[in-house]
C-alpha cells in the first residue's frame, strides 16, 4: 500500500492525541508535517502554550518537521506547506478558516473532527450547547472540509452518551467534564475516517 502523504494541524490534548494514536501509529502514513499553535488566543492570555513541549516531544524523535504557527502564518498556510504532492490533510483544534487554496493541494481531500454533531451543532461551543439544548449524547464529526466552516460531508461520527450532569455544575462547567470523556474518542476516529479516506480512492 503507498505511504498516505500527510500535513496535520493539531493543537490541545486532543491533537496530541491524534498524532500519537492514529498518525504516528500508523505505518501507512509519511507525515509530511504538522502545524500547531504555538501560542494561546489573546482571550486566554496570549502566553505560550502548554501543549507546544509535548508536540516537540512526539515529533522529534519520528523525525516530523513541526512548524508552530500564530496570527497571519496561522490563518494560510499555503506558502509554509512542503514541496511535492500531499494526499491529506487532517485538522483539529485549529484556531483559523483554512482558505480554499490550501485545500485544493491535497489529492484526497482534507478530514476536520469537529466536537459536535453537525450540522445540529457546527460552529464553536458545541458541547456547551448541546447540554443547555438537553442533548443525552455528544458526538465528535469526521468531515470534509470545505472553504464554509464545519459544512462539509460527514465522513465519520462517535458518540459519547453523557447522562445527567450533577445540577452543581452549570453548561459551561458541565462541558469541560463531557469534553475531557471524549478524548479517547478522537484517534480511533481520527483512524476510521482515514481508512474512509483510502477506501474511496481505492487504496
Not at 12 to 27: H, I, K, Q, S, T
Not at 57 to 81: F, M, N, Q, S, Y
Not at 105 to 112: A, D, H, L, T, Y
Not at 121 to 135: F, K
Amino acid at each position: 500500500m503507498k505511504k498516505l502523504r500527510v500535513v496535520a494541524l493539531l493543537a490541545r490534548r486532543p491533537g496530541l492525541l491524534v498524532l500519537e494514536n492514529a498518525l504516528l501509529a500508523d505505518d501507512a502514513i509519511e507525515i509530511a508535517t504538522v502545524f500547531t499553535h504555538g501560542r494561546l488566543p489573546k482571550a486566554e492570555g496570549g502566553s505560550e502554550r502548554s501543549d507546544l513541549a509535548d508536540f516537540t516531544r512526539l515529533c522529534a524523535p519520528a523525525g516530523v518537521p513541526l512548524t508552530a504557527v500564530d496570527g497571519a502564518e496561522a490563518k494560510d498556510i499555503g506558502p509554509l506547506l512542503p514541496a511535492g504532492p500531499l494526499d491529506l490533510l487532517v485538522a483539529l483544534s485549529w484556531r483559523y478558516q483554512v482558505p480554499a487554496g490550501v485545500l485544493d493541494r491535497f489529492g484526497r481531500g482534507c478530514i476536520n473532527l469537529h466536537r459536535g454533531a453537525l450540522p445540529r451543532h457546527a460552529g464553536a461551543l458545541p458541547v456547551q450547547r448541546a447540554i443547555e439544548a438537553g442533548d443525552d449524547a455528544v458526538a465528535i464529526t469526521a468531515h470534509e472540509m470545505v472553504p464554509e466552516i464545519d459544512a462539509g460531508a460527514e465522513i465519520a461520527r462517535v458518540w459519547l452518551p453523557i447522562g445527567p450532569l450533577p445540577a452543581s455544575l452549570d453548561a459551561a462547567a458541565g462541558a469541560e467534564v463531557v469534553k475531557s470523556r471524549l478524548e479517547p474518542l478522537y484517534a480511533p476516529l481520527c483512524r476510521l475516517a482515514i481508512a474512509a479516506r483510502r477506501a474511496s480512492f481505492g487504496g
